[in-house]
């Protein structure tokens, strides 16, 4: 793992976005794997900000809550759209169609990872260690599949409804096994709150019950923290820009 420490969100967004032009400009990425949440916002700001240009290349989305369609408000689709989409058109986008039957909607998403295999993953963190909406307990083997989300993640993703009771309790999620074919991952953490499963990710043994601490046996996972989200690490830890 390459870990780089950050004052803040904004640095943090600026250093992954640094990572990520690399990737495009010297190493010839052409597919991106996305990612929802506000972690990656700082990244995407800097995106739309930049001279890149995207409309050569294809994004694929980790994830989408089931029963919503692309045109939801709260839906990831939507979400993509306003942050990204809509200012920096890719030549094609995926989000897995969360208005689809479950068979339909994850064996259409495998065969679209197949046809794109993805150059540079980029994740956030759940608080639990989920990435993607791949919960404590999934295979590391896992491909795409319906998750039932846990409680934890419904009352950390409330903020974004009106009402909890309208958090969707399923999703469509990329699997672990699709975001580790990834050749780069890029994945960012901020705030005191996702401490606790920064320091499982980066020091403690891998278990699926902590599913990002498969990163570790990733070759070339990119690990970008602020100072709350490291506050927990040990003096051992060290970073590739200090
Ligand atoms: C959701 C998403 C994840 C994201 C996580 C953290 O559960 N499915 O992809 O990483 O939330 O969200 P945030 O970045 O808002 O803390």
Redesign the pocket.
Known sequence: MEIYIAADKQEGGAIAFDCLSHEITENGAETLGL???????SLYEKMVASDLDFSQMTSVN??EYVGLNSDHPQS?HYFMNEHLFSKKPFKKSYVPDGSKPEKEATESYDAIIAAHPIDVQI?????NG????NEPGTSFDSTTHKVS?TEN?IQ??KRFFADEKDVPRE?Y?MGIQSIMSAKTIIL????E??SKAVKAMIEGPVTEELPASILQKHDHAIIIVDKAAAALLSDTVSFANK
């Open positions: 990612a929802t949440g506000s972690t990656p916002l980790l994830d990831y994740l956030g963190l759940g608080q989920h990435i993607a909406f989300l993640t950390a993703n999703a999620s960012m953490a901020y705030g709150q996702k």
